[in-house]
């Protein structure tokens, strides 16, 4: 099973509402990225969890804020949002985070804030 | 730091036409190289990968070589069909465990 499940699919939140992204994996992985991704664009890094520690940011704006509270789940909190950054937001998780390892995909939420 | 450059498309083929979409690389050290497809709609999935110079990686009829004395990962596919249309991303492994995209290509494939 290489399955990465994210919730919820779709996000319409308001600039000030506070809300949370979910990931999930039972694969035993030990890293979890977060991504962002804009229309016709490639994946952009966020954030990397490597054994539950942070231990890549991206220099992500503090309105976003990961949380990993054990090793098969990963969250987003957003908050105070911006109209740019609306994306899809794509969590993803690796055996260990190591050069050389794939990574397996969630299929993402779809973020539109107003 | 690591970089892939990709071919940007869009391509559009007609059904059981060949496929190539090229892919070089720069990098320090011997990273390894991945081809992710994203269907509309959804997230990236592993197509194949290759860890090192002249490994090939293959999966669902495409194959791809880890050229390492023209850098090159160039994704070959003999016979496409309608159902792979997608956005094909070429990716190179980076230092810290994570993965660095190239731009995409979009694949059309016409009936």
């Known amino acids: 099973d290489t399955e990465v499940t994210q919730t919820p699919k779709h996000l319409v939140m308001g600039m000030t509402n506070k809300k949370s992204l979910k990931c999930e994996q039972h694969m035993g992985h030990r890293a979890m990225y977060w991504y962002k991704q804009k229309a016709k664009k490639p994946p952009e890094l966020m954030f990397v969890y490597s054994y539950e520690k942070l231990s890549i940011n991206e220099s992500v704006p503090s309105r976003f804020s990961p949380e990993c509270p054990n090793s098969s789940l990963l969250n987003l909190h957003l908050h105070a949002l911006q109209p740019e950054d609306s994306a899809l937001y794509l969590c993803a998780s690796s055996q260990v985070p190591l050069a050389g390892r794939e990574q397996y995909f969630g299929p993402g939420t779809r973020l539109t804030v107003t | 730091g690591n970089s892939v450059t990709q071919m940007e498309g869009p391509v559009t083929l007609s059904e059981e036409a060949f496929l190539t979409i090229n892919c070089t690389y720069t990098a320090t050290g011997y990273p390894s190289l991945f081809w992710y497809v994203q269907y509309p709609g959804e997230g990236l999935q592993l197509l194949l990968k290759?860890?090192?110079?002249?490994d090939k990686g293959s999966n669902k009829g495409f194959e791809a070589t880890y050229r390492k004395e023209t850098t090159s990962f160039h994704l070959e596919k003999g016979s496409v069909q309608v159902s792979d249309s997608a956005v094909y991303f070429c990716?190179?492994?980076?230092?810290?465990?994570?993965?660095?995209f190239g731009k995409g290509t979009k694949l059309s494939v016409k009936p």
């Open positions: 990716a190179i492994g980076g230092s810290q465990g994570n993965l660095i």
């Open positions: 290759a860890t090192k110079a002249d």
